[in-house]
């Protein structure tokens, strides 16, 4: 039997109910578990034991089926609903008060990560004097590798963040979190070993900072786009291009990795030569005369099933990396640390 929604019902509030759910659960609650067990599969047959693999999403989902929706969307439509004529990628104007949102939760988060992290920076448009945006605080967070990232996990959800994987960009750059509703913060925990998500953001940022032209027509461009797509599917998308174009005016090459404040810049070495053979494996030589094997098995799997092993074929290098004739790239970096020396 299904619960009734309270009269003035709000995400956040159902957000909590999820998070509690899951933690008693996890923690061997027995009324919590049965509760699980009605509305997850998976669990029927595993008794009264706890489920120490409970996801936040599964937990979202039995509260969702508890209210007699079919899932979390479908719940978190019912409560918030859109607002007619609402742009939900609409801009509003700079606002003094963003710089000082930033300080607020970058001590939050400080406190958190402590000495782990080896910077904390405001990025986005809210980030940018006198450049209009979303309203939404973007912060990112540097740690030493992804591995040490996800040992904070539980400590950031604690803050009231929600992961949001389909916005990761592991196996190469950053965890990705957000917070409120609508999202009032977006934290990106970024990796150093990884990936260039740390320059390309500060550098763009620090560019429209100091050129005035460019961020007026970021200013345009953005307002552009809301205004003939709210949904956002194509709203990042569709800023690639002029991103890109700022970020050579700035100086920014492909490739290239963090340097930690006051070291050189990092970039890795380049690869010379590619040769494709059998069972979706490489051999590559770098310019450093670093030469060895790469297995795109596992790689391919995840991120390009679709994809067969004929699509990997025909190769060719690039200046930033090796990319495929089906528009597959990966990046120099990436290849250079995953190379099995012959």
């Known amino acids: ?100 949102l930033f300080e607020s939760e970058k001590e939050r988060l400080r406190a958190v990560f402590g000495r782990a992290a080896l910077e904390i920076e405001h990025i986005g448009s809210t980030a940018i004097e006198g450049l209009s945006g979303r309203g939404t605080i973007d912060i990112a967070v540097m740690v030493t590798g992804h591995d040490q990232a996800a040992g904070f996990k539980s400590a950031i959800l604690d803050l009231g963040y929600d992961p949001d994987p389909q ?101 890795p070495p380049t690869p010379i030569s590619v040769e494709s053979r059998a069972n979706l494996e490489l051999f590559v030589v770098f310019d450093d005369g670093k030469a060895g094997t790469f297995d795109m098995t596992n790689l391919v799997g995840r991120y390009m099933p679709h994809l067969a092993a004929k699509d990997f074929t025909r190769v060719r290098v690039e200046a930033e990396g090796i990319r495929w004739e089906t528009g597959a790239v990966i990046d120099s970096a990436y290849l250079y640390r995953h190379l099995s020396r012959t």
């Open 1 to 100: 039997m299904s619960r009734s929604l309270p009269p003035r019902a709000h995400l956040e509030h159902l957000k909590k109910q999820a998070k509690d759910l899951l933690r008693l659960a996890t923690s061997g609650d027995a009324a919590a578990i049965a509760r699980s067990r009605v509305h997850l599969t998976r669990l029927s047959d595993s008794g009264n034991a706890a489920p120490a693999d409970l996801t936040l999403q599964e937990a979202q989902f039995v509260i969702a089926r508890e209210y007699g929706f079919s899932s979390w969307s479908e719940l978190s439509r019912a409560v918030e609903p859109k607002i007619p004529g609402e742009q939900r990628f609409a801009q509003v104007p700079y606002q003094a008060v963003w710089p000082k």
């Open 167 to 267: 916005n990761w960009t592991y196996p190469t750059e950053r965890d990705f979190y957000s917070r409120g509703n609508p999202r009032d913060y977006h934290l990106s925990v970024a990796y150093a070993d990884r990936g260039g998500f740390w320059d390309r953001q500060i550098m763009f940022r620090d560019y429209l900072r100091t050129h005035r032209e460019a961020r007026e027509a970021y200013a345009e461009l953005k307002a552009e786009l809301a205004a003939k797509d709210d949904s956002g599917k194509g709203y990042a998308r569709d800023k690639t291009e002029f991103v890109y174009e700022i970020l050579t005016r700035a100086g920014w090459r492909y490739g290239q990795i963090y340097a930690a404040p006051g070291q050189e810049l990092g970039l």
